[in-house]
């Protein structure tokens, strides 16, 4: 079995796992290159640990016992339907699943300190690991994030840094203020990747170790989506599926750099004119991965859908009313989810649910009297 390494997207330059980089001395973006195995041992705990095997990271897991999110068929509607329940996770979105494994990589070779940037959850999600962890980290983040997400961060003993001005502007500053830490970027660094591509493990071994027809997931940088493309090509590559699941994307028409390109048949996100939207977890105007997200979605056949304000409201309420508890940004999923159906009947679909509706009690008060 190879070791596995890290190599740059643009150059092809390599390191070592251990190597502190977290992107390449040219610039370019990190992933990491190994050759998954799979142990289906059903007696393993029911964490994405199971899958340790597959996840290109050093270390003891720096761990909740996080992962192994329900998967449940949906019922009222067209058979096949699936909920994949990650606003279950310990810091109540998926992104536990990237800070888990990144932290973990991050303790293991001696990082002491971390600077990361975020609309909220990710922060939330790194603020947490790191206080189990023991690392120092400062976090950067809109001021105009949801309250219980900023709380969330500061109360996880991180250091807040509220910023006035856009999500780019908060990017900045943060990668300014890593030049003399360590930048734990969930866009930049590869093994917050290593994470974020179990969901396509559990849902495979949920399913019977088959993938899915479909996936749909709301993206604005692209850690899930990313995360399930690299995740279903180890599948594939460690030969448990023979073909990836059709990726389909979502994002609001208010901010849709990536699924603009994709309409226009472009190989990098537009350049756009971020609007209000519901879902703040997903405005991101410049995804550095933009072009990764791409061809990801490509690859698969798959689909970059657009839904309006109003469509995800809908869907909003429609979930809450079903029990279903989720953040605004996540409705964008179930909007898109329709959609699809509309023009794809059939197959076994599965619809990521990323953030939990108590992290928003505050946006969800105001649209429950509007
Ligand atoms: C609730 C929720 N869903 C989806 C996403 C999208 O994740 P990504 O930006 O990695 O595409 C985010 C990102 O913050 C989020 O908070
Ligand atoms: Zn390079």
């Not at 890290?6 to 050759?35: E, F, I, K, Q």
Request: with cysteine; glycine share 10%; proline share 5%.
């Amino acid at each position: 079995m190879q070791t596995p390494f890290l190599r740059c997207t643009a150059c092809d330059r390599t390191y070592a796992l251990a190597d502190p980089v977290w992107r390449c001395a040219c610039g370019g973006l990190l992933g990491a290159v190994s050759d998954p195995r799979f142990d289906r041992d059903g007696r393993r705990p029911p964490t994405l640990w199971r899958y340790r095997e597959a996840m290109a990271v050093l270390g003891e897991p720096v761990s909740f016992g996080e992962g192994m999110t329900p998967l449940v068929q949906v019922q009222d509607t067209r058979a096949g339907v699936f909920y994949k329940l990650d606003y279950l996770f310990p810091s109540g979105s998926f992104k536990d699943r990237g800070a888990t494994a990144m932290i973990t990589h991050l303790r293991s070779i001696g990082i002491r300190q971390v600077v990361e940037d975020s609309s909220g959850n990710a922060g939330a999600a790194v603020a947490a690991y790191c206080a189990r962890a023991g690392i120092a980290c400062d976090i950067y983040a809109p001021a105009h994030a949801s309250p219980g997400k900023l709380a969330q961060i500061a109360a996880c003993g991180a250091t807040l840094h509220p910023i006035r001005g856009t999500r780019e502007d908060v990017a900045a500053a943060a990668m300014e203020a890593a030049g003399a830490s360590y930048y734990a970027s969930h866009s930049w660094n590869p093994f917050f990747f290593q994470g974020t591509k179990t969901v396509a493990f559990e849902v495979c071994e949920q399913l019977g170790w088959r993938a899915p027809d479909a996936l749909v997931l709301p993206a604005g940088n692209g850690t899930l989506l990313l995360g399930a493309h690299l995740g279903f090509s180890d599948l594939r590559a460690g030969g448990v599926i023979d073909r990836l699941p059709r990726l389909v994307a979502a994002q609001a028409e208010a901010c849709a750099p990536v699924c603009e390109a994709f309409r226009q048949g472009l190989e990098l996100p537009v350049k756009v004119q971020k609007r209000e939207t519901l879902a703040e977890g997903i405005a991101v105007a410049e995804p550095v991965r933009g072009g990764q997200m791409l061809r990801a979605v490509r690859e698969t056949g798959g689909e970059m859908l657009t839904v309006s304000e109003e469509e995800t409201m809908r869907a909003l309420r429609r979930a809450w009313r079903a029990g279903v508890y989720i953040e605004p940004t996540s409705a964008v999923a179930l909007a898109a989810t329709e959609r699809w159906l509309d023009g794809n009947p059939g197959g076994t679909v599965v619809v990521v649910l990323t953030g939990s509706g108590l992290k928003a009690t505050e946006k969800i008060v105001e649209l429950m009297s509007a």
